[in-house]
């Protein structure tokens, strides 16, 4: 399952971004892709620092470190789908 993990807390489930721009539209900017602990991936903005982006509490829960902006969470098994 995606899901769209928002710094208010707010979470999308069953997220959908298509094309590349959709997700970068969701993180706000350029793509990076963080291995988490539980073998799950983040889809975060590669410049969050740069940007002073709010921290993400659920994302960095899940990666175990700090992650800032909004975050696309997938699991293992959609990692080949939504990168296409």
Known sequence: MVRLLKTNGEIVENFTAETLKEKQDAV??????VRCPDSSFLVVNEEGIYNALQLNEEASR?????I?????HLT???????LM
Do not use: P
């Not at 899940?62 to 700090?66: D, E």
């Not at 293992?76 to 939504?82: A, G, K, P, W």
């Open 68 to 72: 800032l902006g909004d975050a696309i």
């Open 28 to 33: 706000g900017g350029y793509i990076e892709l």
């Open 76 to 82: 293992d098994s959609d990692i080949n789908t939504f």
């Open 62 to 66: 899940i990666a175990n470190m700090h």
